[in-house]
């Protein structure tokens, strides 16, 4: 994989070129086509990304002390736990922001996770949905109907996940971004046009974010940039 920026590289280490800066950081990491689709036709984003995106995307996950994960993205794309490849360091656990809980205690998210799966949800959620994921994994609230995002952050930095990687989905990234959370975007502009149509990366965003662009990554086409938000 080549680096064109910061400074040119020919063959670079993918994990140093992405490593976060220490303390609290929140990155949202994403895959997209030229024409800014983040699914396929096939309703998913698992057929965008090739080499070059899966080793930015490992790599991503290696720096994160959580990963954080809409509902609507992880009952899409049947997430399942972080298993983090050779020299990775222990896995993250995966976060699940939902407000619903519209989620099954007996999915693979929480019956194979190492790091037990966190759900971050609201006080209004149904109670007995959040007792069941409570014994699949541990729930956190923060908020009285929607999520309030900030102090769900406030409160996993409070447990030492100080770094966030949240890899979407356009709705949780809207959220981030509306509300000056986050600090840096990962996309991955795959070397496609899908016509699949659909969502952009970020949905109901309020709000102008200015980026600045501080990374570019190139691998068979495939370009992988980093932002920092302008502040
Ligand atoms: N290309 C890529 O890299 C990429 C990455 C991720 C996702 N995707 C695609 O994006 C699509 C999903 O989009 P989406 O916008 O529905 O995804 P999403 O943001 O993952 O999920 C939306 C759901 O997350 C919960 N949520 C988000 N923000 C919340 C808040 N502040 N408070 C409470 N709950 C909150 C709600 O769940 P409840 O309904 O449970 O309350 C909401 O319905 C899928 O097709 C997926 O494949 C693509």
């Given at each position: 994989m080549r680096q064109l920026l910061p400074v040119p590289v020919d063959d670079v280490d993918v994990r140093e070129a992405v490593r976060p800066p220490a303390g609290p950081w929140l990155r949202v990491g994403f895959v997209e086509s030229v024409?800014?689709?983040?699914?396929?036709a096939a309703g998913t984003?698992?057929?965008?990304?090739?080499e070059g995106d899966r080793r930015v995307f490992t790599a991503l996950r290696a720096h994160a002390d959580v990963i954080l994960v809409g509902a609507g993205t992880a009952r899409m794309e049947r997430y399942g736990p972080h298993r983090p490849g050779p020299g990775d360091g222990p896995p993250a656990p995966i976060a699940l922001v939902s407000a619903?809980?519209?989620?099954?205690?007996?999915?693979p998210v929480f019956t194979e996770a190492v790091a037990p799966t966190i759900v971050v949800t609201s006080a209004a959620a149904p109670a007995d949905r959040r007792r069941a994921l409570d014994r699949a994994g541990r729930v956190i609230v923060a908020g009285d109907?929607?999520?309030d995002l900030a102090e769900a952050l406030e409160r996993l930095r409070a447990e030492g996940l100080a770094s966030v990687l949240c890899e979407g989905g356009p709705s949780l990234a809207g959220a981030l971004f509306g509300a000056g959370l986050a600090d840096e975007l990962c996309v991955t502009l795959a070397p496609?046009?899908?016509?699949?149509g659909g969502k952009r990366?970020?949905?109901?965003?309020?709000g102008r974010v200015g980026l600045r662009l501080i990374r570019v990554l190139e691998h068979q086409d495939e370009l992988c940039l980093g932002y920092l938000v302008a502040r």
């Open positions: 024409e800014g689709a983040v699914v396929d984003s698992g057929g965008l990304g090739g619903a809980l519209d989620l099954d205690p007996a999915a109907q929607r999520v496609t046009l899908t016509g699949a990366i970020v949905e109901r965003l309020r």
